[in-house]
């Protein structure tokens, strides 16, 4: 049995260690986490650092040279393509050249890439610690305008990346995104308008296979929380193919020749523009997960068979040519690749569901998920009874996603955002965090964040709430909604989790059928700022 080095032992590396098993290899993961969660599912487990490429190469090395060998090293969901691309190239096992794989972890380098192949991406500024002072932005805005994005060179989860509306978003936000990054570096780009893409493929022997085609849902500014994906993203043909030809052209530009590429990708208006392109598989639950429950093909396992040097027998049968179509912005580039894509025959819906600031009480679905469509429930590991909770700036303070899986495509979002919306936290009364969120209070660099769950009420709506008379201990929140929340204006207003106003009081009656006297004012003003987790912590914090 053939040994396979599986870098990440998270929830993220699940099925890259569970299709490794599947094939017939023997699993030999490292994390720098001892407690990682998918480490019982490996047959052996090394404390390293995926930071650590020299401590991986060791071990590497070792595995070699036992009787069993070692047939590749792959990673999925992290940041650390470099650290397998650094072990094949010195130990000649199928991967990315280590060149290629620096291009395409850091940003800086991935945006020279394309700007020296001209392939369509933002402009952008690297800048380190060193860079921010007052000056720094007059540099930046002589040569792109607001709104700016600024990022990490090198993190994944959108950690630290935030918009800049202003200048005095700036120099925080910059400070920000170098504390952020591993190597001290940050980078200031221009924002770009339009639909968010995630787009999944595998490269071999020239053929650029796309594996996985989404639709990102994003929302929140300044910060860009990925609310969900759903694929497949449903386009006409002509931007659907323009889409994987930038892709594709993107890849090439970095020299990604042999594995797993990932790219999120706008459609702007001058046409699709290259928000990033990482050399593996994504995460998010899109590689593991939805494309896989979407098109009856194991995406990690075909590129666990790549990285173990054989041929991808599977994916080449189901692989459907598409045809290179460059926009307008890169007409005149030649073709890449052969370009093909396995197409998905369902659509999956993956949803996140958030919290408001505060301090966890307990977890709770206050109805059972009896829809078949919900394939899964995917809490994080770090929100438990006791942590804290925040509503998310990135990715990776969502407090758990939901996936749903239908042939009909309504049908299988319908069922995920039903799901998130009966799932709740409720947080501990009385408490510093959740009281300034519900006060509206703000950071000065953050304005209008975190946002209202329904809407902030005008001073004649308030007025309206001031007269109307308590809501009695023990009523029912749904037959006390004002009258002017019942119009056409409120009525269709959903909060994060999918809730509407009138769906927020019932389950309010559900959860909390004693509570005490309630002033309308406060409570209906708790319940726009915070929707149902608002009323709970009100209603609480008046015992």
């Known amino acids: ?79 650390f393509s470099a650290s397998v691309s650094y072990v094949c190239e ?29 392939v369509p991406s933002p402009a952008f500024v690297k800048v380190c610690k060193d860079d921010i002072n007052p000056a720094l932005y007059e540099t930046v805005i002589n040569k792109m305008s607001l709104p700016l994005v600024v990022k990490p060179v090198d993190n994944m989860g959108a950690r630290g990346c935030r918009m800049v509306r202003s200048r005095e978003e ?69 931007m659907h193919d323009e889409l994987i030809s930038v892709f594709a052209l993107g890849a090439k530009a970095e020299g990604l020749s042999c594995g797993a590429a990932k790219a999120d990708i706008k459609y702007t208006s001058k046409g699709p523009m290259i928000g ?62 052969e370009l093909f894509e396995v197409p998905c025959v369902r659509t999956s819906a993956e949803r996140a569901w958030m919290s408001i600031p505060g301090t966890v009480e307990y977890i709770e679905n206050i109805s ?40 009909d495509r309504e049908s299988a979002i319908k069922a995920a955002q039903d799901a998130v919306s009966n799932t709740f936290i409720t947080l501990k009364p009385n408490n510093k965090k959740t009281d300034d969120f519900l006060n509206a209070v703000e950071q000065s660099d953050e304005e209008a964040f975190p946002p209202y769950a329904f809407v902030k009420l005008n001073d004649e709506q308030l007025k309206i709430l001031e007269s109307l008379a308590p809501v009695l201990s023990g009523a029912k929140a749904a037959d006390n909604i004002p009258d002017f929340l019942k119009s056409k204006e409120f009525l269709e207003l959903t909060d994060w989790n999918y809730n509407t106003i009138y769906t927020t009081a019932r389950k309010f009656d559900i959860l909390r059928p004693k509570h005490p006297e309630l002033n309308s004012k406060d409570f209906w003003c708790a319940v726009m700022r915070g929707g149902i987790q608002g009323a709970v912590y009100y209603s609480d914090s008046k015992k």
């Not at 700036?170 to 893409?197: D, H, K, N, W």
């Not at 093909?297 to 040519?321: C, F, M, R, S």
Request: glycine share 8%; charged share 25%.
């Open 170 to 238: 700036f120099l925080p936000s910059v400070q920000t995104a170098v504390e952020c990054s591993r190597t001290g570096f940050a980078i200031v780009e221009e924002y770009m308008e339009g639909p968010e893409f995630s787009i999944d493929a595998l490269v071999y022997q020239g053929k650029f296979i796309v594996t996985g085609f989404a639709i990102r849902h994003i929302k929140y500014e300044p910060y860009f929380i990925e609310v969900g994906h759903t694929m497949p993203a449903v386009l006409d043909k002509k």
């Open 90 to 118: 010195r130990l000649g096992l199928s991967a990315h050249s280590f060149n290629a794989a620096l291009n395409a972890s850091i940003k800086t380098q991935m945006r020279s890439c394309f700007e020296k192949e001209h």
């Open 368 to 407: 059972d998920f009896t829809d078949r469509a919900v394939f899964d429930v995917l809490p994080r590991a770090t929100v438990k009874i006791g942590s804290d909770v925040d509503f998310p700036r990135n990715n990776v303070e969502k407090c758990g996603n939901i996936i749903a899986v239908s042939h």
């Open 276 to 337: 990033e392109i990482a050399g593996r598989l994504s995460g998010g639950y899109m590689s593991g997960w939805t494309y896989p429950y979407a098109s009856d093909l194991n995406l990690t396992k075909q590129g666990i068979i790549i990285a173990a040097g054989k041929k991808p027998e599977e994916l080449l049968v189901k692989a459907v040519k598409v045809d290179y179509t460059p926009s307008e912005l890169c007409k005149n580039l030649e073709q890449p690749y």
């Open 1 to 79: 049995m053939e040994n396979i080095l599986i870098l990440g032992a998270g929830l993220m590396q699940k099925p890259a260690i569970l299709s490794a098993k599947e094939l017939g290899y023997k699993v030999i993961t490292v994390d720098a986490d001892k407690k990682a969660v998918a480490i019982p599912l490996a047959d052996e487990f090394y404390q390293i650092d995926l930071k650590d490429r020299d401590g991986i190469l060791e071990l590497a090395q070792k595995l070699k040279a036992t009787p069993e060998g070692l047939a590749g090293v792959f990673t999925a969901g992290t940041d």
